[in-house]
């Protein structure tokens, strides 16, 4: 396994076609890389690991495989990528179908793919794309901005976020700066807001447990608001319907 001297915390790309990514990020002061074929006895998948090239210099590291025309054909192989690397690293990931497997707290984490979940622990930033997968992510120090296709759930956020949802649900246990969160098809719920929140689904239901002292928009063409409001709030609701399809019955309920 190629292993590189990094002292200080590094920039990890990984780039490929087919297979999972993952990232462990600890108090060490080197960086190995290891690329093996998901199926040893499949021969695509022995060549597609062979066939990966492993980079490294001024503190930058690139895990990559020869582009193809078309990255959807049977006859590539599927590879399984694990960097482990100093905490504080950056880290970008890019594959067509894998997934992905950040562990320990990086630094930026950009991730993509088509087809493939995606967890992350900790890190100061994230940019992360699915067109069909999970997204679980632990903390986020930073601004968060997340497009996924499939459930996803956020822990906490320390920036501001922006969270698109093509079909799923996503939860949010807190998040301290501006939220931008919609969906197509799925419900929305965040537990705590502590500045404004702009929410909005399709068909599904929007919940927001305690807001702060931002302004709360929220939507639902087909589904139910629900927001918590801390005491002495001042109000202000606009709740139109469309002509057709029903009339808004507001509901306050004081809680213990």
């Known amino acids: 396994m190629p ?10 790309t990984v780039d490929i ?3 999972d990514i993952w990232f462990i990020a600890g108090d060490r002061a080197d960086t190995v890389v290891e690329v093996r074929p998901v199926d040893p006895s499949r021969e695509v998948d022995v060549e597609a690991a062979e066939q990966a090239t ?9 895990v990559a495989h020869p582009k ?6 049977t006859k590539y192989g599927s590879v399984k990528v694990l960097v482990e690397l100093p905490t504080g690293s950056d880290v970008q990931g890019d594959t067509e179908e894998g997934e992905y ?4 707290a990086v630094g930026s984490c950009r991730l993509r793919n088509a087809i493939g979940d995606i967890r992350v622990g900790q890190a100061t930033g994230v940019r992360l794309r699915t067109a069909g997968g999970k997204v679980i992510v632990d903390h986020v120090t ?20 922006v969270v698109e949802n093509a079909g799923g649900d996503s939860w949010i ?18 537990e705590v807001a502590h500045a404004a929140i702009s929410a909005g689904t399709a068909n599904g239901h929007v919940r927001v447990g305690e807001i702060g002292s931002g302004t709360a928009d929220l939507y639902a063409a087909i589904g ?19 002509p057709g399809y029903g009339r808004a019955h507001p509901t306050f309920t004081r809680r213990a």
């Open 101 to 104: 497997l950040i562990k320990g």
């Open 17 to 19: 076609v087919f297979g």
């Open 3 to 12: 292993t590189f001297d990094t002292p200080e915390p590094i920039s990890a």
């Open 173 to 190: 246990g807190e998040v301290a700066g501006d939220l931008l969160a919609t969906s197509t098809e799925g419900d929305i719920t965040v």
């Open 224 to 242: 139910k608001l629900e927001v918590g409001i801390p005491q002495d709030t001042d109000i202000r609701l606009d709740a139109p319907t469309s």
């Open 68 to 73: 193809l025309r078309t990255a959807f054909t």
């Open 54 to 62: 492993i980079e490294f210099a001024d503190g930058r590291l690139l």
């Open 142 to 161: 930073g601004q968060a901005d997340v497009s996924g296709n499939g459930d996803i759930r956020i822990r906490r956020i320390d920036g501001g976020a």
